[in-house]
């Protein structure tokens, strides 16, 4: 029905920079709130960004001023970039967005996960 799909991540050195992407496909009647997770080894997935249908930001305060998150409505994709990597920031980044489903029975909205893509930050 839907999908997402990341791309951009990769190994990368301290205070270099990635940019991900997550293309969203399928029965979709809309986007609201788009996001980012990202998950350490042996810890808990934690946001990282989030940006609702209007613009809106919120960052994690680990990463605030050093990613941006923005979204493209009409591409239905959202990209992180990420800036001044330091080797914390190394984890699965998951891209993760409320969805309102089309169909012919109707509309409603659910959470939807991309599979993950690996960032790695060496020092």
């Known amino acids: 029905q839907v999908q997402l799909v990341e791309s951009g991540g990769g190994l990368v050195q301290a205070g270099g920079s990635l940019r991900l992407s997550c293309a969203a496909s399928g029965s979709i009647f809309s986007i609201n709130a788009m996001g980012w997770y990202r998950e350490a080894p042996g810890k808990q997935r934690e946001l990282a960004a989030t940006?609702?249908?209007?613009?809106?930001?919120n960052y994690a305060d680990s990463v605030k001023g050093r990613f941006t998150i923005s979204r493209d409505d009409a591409e239905n994709t959202v990209t992180l970039r990420l800036n001044s990597l330091k080797p914390e920031d190394t984890a699965v980044y998951y891209c993760?967005?409320?969805?309102?489903?089309?169909?012919?029975?109707?509309?409603?909205?659910?959470?939807?996960w991309g599979q993950g893509t690996q960032v790695t930050v060496s020092s």
């Open positions: 940006i609702t249908r209007g613009g809106s930001t």
């Open positions: 993760n967005a409320q969805i309102v489903v089309g169909s012919v029975r109707g509309q409603s909205e659910s959470s939807w």
